[in-house]
Nanobody, 112 residues
């Protein structure tokens, strides 16, 4: 069973930055791709960034050039810069494709 613990969210003004962290633990086979997802109220969960074992990355068009995903051992990070109102969501990490279990996520609120 994998455990995913996200942290680093908070309230930030437009244009600000946050760095999210996700600690992955438990009994699992390390996947090729780890990813960050987000879900805004009333919206479906979307994949915003993923990174493979070799360090190759992919980003959703909405965050390209602003977000950076990275990983170090059992932790996956998401550096979020130039935040916009529409980045407000609960952010989760998981593999891509996702495991069946999810962590509690971390709330990111962009507001002036």
């Amino acid at each position: 069973q994998v455990q995913l613990v996200e942290s680093g969210g908070g309230l930030v003004q437009p244009g600000g930055s946050l760095r999210l962290s996700c600690v992955v633990s438990g009994s699992f086979s390390w996947p090729n791709y780890m990813a960050w997802y987000r879900q805004a109220p009333g919206s479906q969960r979307e994949l915003v960034a993923r990174i493979n074992f070799s360090g190759n990355t992919n980003y959703a068009d909405s965050v390209k050039g602003r977000f950076i995903i990275s990983r170090d051992k059992n932790t996956v990070y998401l550096q979020m810069n130039s935040l916009k109102f529409e980045d407000t969501a609960v952010y989760h990490c998981n593999r891509d494709p996702a495991w069946g279990s999810w962590g509690q996520g971390t709330q990111v609120t962009v507001s002036s």
